[in-house]
Every structure is written in C-alpha cells, then in structure tokens.
C-alpha cells in the first residue's frame, strides 16, 4: 500500500493549515498557535492526498484494485476468533483494515517523506499497529496538565506507577492539537502548563477503533478519583491552587492512528480549575506558582497517604477541598470546607457539635509542630462558624449600600482562605495520624486533662509548608 501510494504522496501539493506551534510566554507557560500553509516550514497534507477528499473513504484517491491487499488484513481480522468479536460483520472488519494501513501509510510519509521506502522505518511504524490488532487488553497512561504551576524537577516518582514529569515539546504539541475549546475550557488556559500528573496503571479492552476513541474521550469515575486523589495532595502538601483543563490518555506501545507526526494521544476537556485563570490580568508573571524541588517529598508522601486512606468520610473531605480551591462563589467555598471539616471532625454528631468541632480543631493544631496555635484555632473557628450561620440562616445584615456589599465580600474572601486552611490542615493531620480519624480519640487524648484557653495568647502565624 506504500509503494500504491507513493505517487500521490509525492504529487500532495497543499499544505496543511493547523499543525500547531508552541512560544514560551515571558512567565514560563507555554502558549500555542498554528503554523498557516502560506509558510515555508508548513507541512505537507498527505492526508489529503491519499484520500482524495475529505469525505472520501480510506485510500479514496487510490485504484479500486489497489485496495484489495488490505481485504486481507480485513478477512483475517473476521476469521480469527481472537479479533472477531469487536465487529458486526465482515464489512465492518474490512473498513477497520483499510482504515489502519491508510493511518500507518500516512505516519511513515508524516515521519520519513516520500524518499526510497526504507524497512527498519516501516517496522518502526507498523508495529504499533500490530499491538494494536492483536493484543486483548491495550496499556495506556493517564496524563494530566498541571495549570499554572512550574515544577523546578524534570521528572519525579510519586509512587510506582505515579509522576509529575515535564512535558516534552512532541507531547505539547500533541495536547495542543487535540484543543476543542468545549465546555467552556479557555484555549489559552489550557495551554499554561509545563508539567503533567501521570499514573501508567491503566488498561482498556480492545474494541473496535472508533468505539474505543469514544470510550477514551469520556473519562471513568475511577480516572476522575485518581486525578482528584493527586491534586489534593498537591494543595495540602503546598497550598497550590491550579487545577486542570484537559484530561489525556496516551497510548503505551501501541496506535490505531495518529495526527501527523505527533505522538498518539485521546483527549477530553473538563473545567477544573479557578475562575481567576480566564481572566487576561491572571497571565502576568506573578500569576505562575513554583513548586521547588524541597516540597516534591511532602508531596509524595502525602499523595500515598491520601491513596491508602479509603474511609469514605476522608474520600469526601479531600473532594470538598478540591472544590473549595476551584468554586467561583467565595460563599460555596466556605460551605465546602466547612462541611469537609465537619465529615472529618463530627464523630455521632451528638450534643453541642459546633463547640466540640472548635475544640477538635483547635486539639490538632497540637500536632502540627507549631504551626497552628491552638487557642487561635479555636478563634478562628468560632469566627468561620459565625459566618457560616450568616450564609445558611440569613442572618446577616439586610442593608444594601455598596460599601456593606465590599465589605462582606472581603469579608468572605478572607474567611474562604481560613477555611481552606484549616480544613488542609485537618486532612493533613488525620492522614499523618490515623488514630485521630476516629474523633473520640482527640477527645480523649488531646483535650481532656490539657485544658485550651479559649482567652488572648501570643498567636503563631506561620502556615502549612508551601508556596510563598
């Protein structure tokens, strides 16, 4: 099929008009764009020129009678009770065979042009193909952009078969031509992103190729878990906000096609991450968080605390903190951190729960080697449960005059910020000290006997480790 089309590619006379480039803004966020057809490095349409249209079917350009080495591959696919079952009819599997050997045409004159057909090329190509036909189940990789955050490290093992790496320029540009803009996803934000979250523990049933693209663009409720396990140990472990824009699956040594001369991936779009990010004055240079190199342990360490830790009420706590971090509505905001802070902290929900959830807080912020005070723990609780009372009861003031308005909406940015806090610091606790996840035990061992003044103290400001 090569050799059939090899005329054709070499008379391909148009050039395509949305293969992507990459600039690096002056923060360090990649930024994409097209490279037209007008210019000279523009790359050749093979695509087109083998098909013969767009709408035409694979190899449309081609002699009818140069099609029938690929109704080979399609019988064999029919016949071999290995593969028959992921099509309808014998029709079905003689499209599929087409479809493949045009797609790995293409990828060898994508890579390699039209000069004298070399082998080692051709088998560098087809056997990804062949993983692809043949094998049952199809390893792939979960990857996920991390938003606005530079990582100092290249590569670093989470677990072992989790990492934060950077992304490689044929992966950005991969990602990039993969961008729809859909649901509401910012182009420009999904690109600001350097490094990626990976996890290489998945695999998919073999199925026909166009099933399985549809399967692949529509992410589990497992792979949604995985992601939110990692981005809330990212904001405990360092105060991160980011986020996410696009979800990637990127096939393990195996393709049922590719764009270009870009490595083969599956992409989706999903909004998750802080309203902040689409608006252009969040593109300035203080906008990018660093993560150095000394916080990636904590991390680690924290994100395998966070996947051993199944209890369902922690499970909610840490959802409740990713969605606090990425709310629009400071008032949602307060509400889900509190209600993660209770989940974790309310035990039998007997008598009194407000106060003795004060009093947890403020029993853990023992634990945290100073970094909380306890007596201002318990301040500031009362305070972040006064305003809860004023959002869920309407107590609050009915005056409206602009000046009452900015104030309460200072008001409740500060007190978002309090909340999160406290409830990063909760979790943290609890996923460092597992005896404390039941609530008895704070009582019995960290406020019975060792009374917590409740009056003016010296109050220690410093925070969770993180970013400054």
């Given at each position: 099929?090569?050799?059939?089309?090899?005329?054709?590619?070499?008379?391909?006379?148009?050039?395509?008009?949305?293969?992507?480039?990459?600039?690096?803004?002056?923060?360090?966020?990649?930024?994409?764009?097209?490279?037209?057809?007008?210019?000279?490095?523009?790359?050749?349409?093979?695509?087109?020129?083998?098909?013969?249209?767009?709408?035409?079917?694979?190899?449309?350009?081609?002699?009818?009678?140069?099609?029938?080495?690929?109704?080979?591959?399609?019988?064999?696919?029919?016949?071999?009770?290995?593969?028959?079952?992921?099509?309808?009819?014998?029709?079905?599997?003689?499209?599929?065979?087409?479809?493949?050997?045009?797609?790995?045409?293409?990828?060898?004159?994508?890579?390699?042009?039209?000069?004298?057909?070399?082998?080692?090329?051709?088998?560098s190509v087809v056997h990804h193909f062949i993983v692809a036909v043949t094998q049952e189940a199809l390893q792939i990789a979960l990857a996920v952009p991390i938003l606005m955050h530079h990582f100092e490290a290249d590569r670093f093992r989470l677990d072992d078969d989790s990492y934060i790496i950077r992304m490689r320029k044929p992966l950005q540009l991969s990602r990039a031509a993969n961008v729809f803009g859909f649901g509401g996803v910012s182009k420009?934000?999904?690109?600001?992103?350097?490094?990626?979250?990976?996890?290489?523990?998945?695999?998919?049933?073999?199925?026909?190729?166009?099933?399985?693209?549809?399967?692949?663009?529509?992410?589990?409720?497992?792979?949604?878990?995985?992601?939110?396990?990692?981005?809330?140990?990212?904001?405990?472990?360092?105060?991160?906000?980011?986020?996410?824009?696009?979800?990637?699956?990127?096939?393990?040594?195996?393709?049922?096609?590719?764009?270009?001369?870009?490595?083969?991936?599956?992409?989706?779009?999903?909004?998750?991450?802080?309203?902040?990010?689409?608006?252009?004055?969040?593109?300035?240079?203080?906008?990018?968080?660093?993560?150095?190199?000394?916080?990636?342990?904590?991390?680690?360490?924290?994100?395998?605390?966070?996947?051993?830790?199944?209890?369902?009420?922690?499970?909610?706590?840490?959802?409740?903190?990713?969605?606090?971090?990425?709310?629009?509505?400071?008032?949602?905001?307060?509400?889900?951190?509190?209600?993660?802070?209770?989940?974790?902290?309310?035990?039998?929900?007997?008598?009194?729960?407000?106060?003795?959830?004060?009093?947890?807080?403020?029993?853990?912020?023992?634990?945290?080697?100073?970094?909380?005070?306890?007596?201002?723990?318990?301040?500031?609780?009362?305070?972040?449960?006064?305003?809860?009372?004023?959002?869920?009861?309407?107590?609050?003031?009915?005056?409206?005059?602009?000046?009452?308005?900015?104030?309460?909406?200072?008001?409740?940015?500060?007190?978002?910020?309090?909340?999160?806090?406290?409830?990063?610091?909760?979790?943290?606790?609890?996923?460092?000290?597992?005896?404390?996840?039941?609530?008895?035990?704070?009582?019995?061992?960290?406020?019975?006997?060792?009374?917590?003044?409740?009056?003016?103290?010296?109050?220690?400001?410093?925070?969770?480790?993180?970013?400054?």
């Open positions: 099929m090569h050799k059939a089309s090899l005329p054709f590619a070499k008379r391909a006379m148009t050039k395509l008009s949305h293969y992507p480039e990459m600039f690096i803004r002056d923060n360090k966020m990649p930024s994409f764009g097209e490279i037209g057809y007008w210019r000279e490095d523009a790359k050749r349409d093979f695509d087109y020129a083998i098909s013969g249209t767009i709408l035409s079917g694979p190899f449309g350009a081609l002699p009818a009678e140069e099609l029938k080495a690929c109704d080979k591959l399609g019988s064999m696919m029919w016949e071999t009770p290995a593969t028959r079952h992921r099509f309808e009819s014998e029709w079905d599997a003689n499209y599929e065979a087409k479809h493949l050997i045009e797609n790995a045409v293409k990828r060898y004159f994508d890579l390699y042009g039209t000069e004298d057909y070399d082998p080692h090329h051709a088998w420009s934000v999904i690109g600001s992103a350097t490094h990626a979250f990976v996890n290489t523990r998945w695999s998919i049933r073999n199925m026909r190729s166009t099933q399985l693209a549809l399967r692949l663009v529509d992410p589990s409720d497992a792979t949604f878990s995985t992601i939110d396990e990692f981005f809330a140990a990212l904001r405990i472990a360092t105060n991160a906000t980011s986020g996410y824009a696009q979800v990637l699956y990127v096939p393990r040594g195996w393709a049922y096609g590719y764009k270009w001369d870009l490595p083969a991936l599956y992409s989706s779009e999903h909004r998750r991450y802080p309203s902040d990010y689409d608006s252009s004055l969040f593109w300035s240079n203080d906008a990018v968080r660093t993560i150095p190199n000394e916080l990636l342990p904590d991390v680690r360490d924290i994100y395998k605390q966070v996947r051993s830790a199944k209890q369902n009420n922690m499970e909610l706590a840490l959802r409740r903190l990713n969605t606090c971090v990425t709310r629009d509505d400071d008032v949602d905001a307060i509400l889900d951190a509190i209600i993660g802070i209770e989940l974790l902290l309310s035990g039998d929900r007997t008598d009194s729960i407000t106060y003795k959830l004060r009093m947890r807080v403020a029993g853990l912020a023992k634990l945290t080697g100073g970094r909380f005070n306890a007596a201002t723990a318990f301040s500031d609780m009362s305070q972040l449960y006064s305003t809860r009372s004023d959002i869920v009861h309407g107590n609050a003031s009915k005056k409206r005059n602009k000046d009452i308005e900015d104030k309460k909406r200072s008001q409740y940015r500060q007190h978002r910020e309090m909340a999160t806090k406290y409830l990063r610091m909760v979790l943290q606790t609890l996923l460092e000290h597992s005896r404390y996840r039941n609530p008895s035990n704070i009582d019995s061992d960290l406020l019975i006997n060792f009374g917590i003044s409740t009056g003016t103290e010296q109050v220690d400001q410093a925070d969770l480790p993180g970013m400054q």
